[in-house]
C-alpha cells in the first residue's frame, strides 16, 4: 500500500527538523576551521590533544555529511513520488523501519544483507 499524503508529510516534516539540527551540529563542529594552537608554544601536550580532537571532529562532521545526504536523497525522493521503496529490491520499506529512520534507504532484508553499515 502507497504511503499516505499524512504519512509523506509526516516524514517529511521530520527529515527537514533532523537536517536543521544536523545541519547545526555541522556548524557548531567548525571542521574546516583550522585548529587552534594558541600563544602558549611551550605546551606541546595541549597541541597534540587539540589535533587529536579535531580529528575526532572530522569523523563525526563526515559521519554528520553522510547522513546529510541520506536525508536529502529521502526528501528528493518523497518529491518524486519513489518515497518509502528500497533503493535495491524496489519493495516498500517496512512502515516501522522508516518510523525509527526515516531516511532509510533499504528494507530489512536488504540491510541485514549489507556487509557494511
Ligand atoms: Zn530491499
Known amino acids: 500500500m502507497p ?3 499524512e504519512r509523506l508529510d509526516n516524514f517529511k516534516n521530520k ?6 539540527s544536523l545541519e ?6 567548525n571542521p574546516d576551521k583550522l585548529p587552534d594552537f594558541g600563544s602558549d608554544v611551550d605546551h606541546f601536550d595541549e597541541e597534540a590533544d587539540e589535533a587529536e580532537e579535531l ?5 563525526i562532521a563526515n559521519a554528520i555529511k553522510e547522513r546529510l545526504g541520506d536525508i536529502d536523497s529521502s526528501l528528493r525522493k518523497i518529491g518524486l513520488g519513489t518515497y518509502g521503496n528500497c533503493e535495491e529490491c524496489g519493495k516498500e520499506i517496512d512502515m516501522d523501519v522508516l518510523e525509527a529512520s526515516p531516511e532509510s534507504r533499504l528494507c530489512k ?9
Open 3 to 5: 504511503l499516505s499524503k
Open 15 to 20: 527529515l527537514e527538523k533532523e537536517k536543521a
Open 24 to 29: 547545526a551540529e555541522l556548524k557548531e563542529l
Open 55 to 59: 580529528t575526532t571532529n572530522v569523523s
Open 109 to 117: 532484508n536488504c540491510k541485514h544483507g549489507q556487509k557494511s553499515i
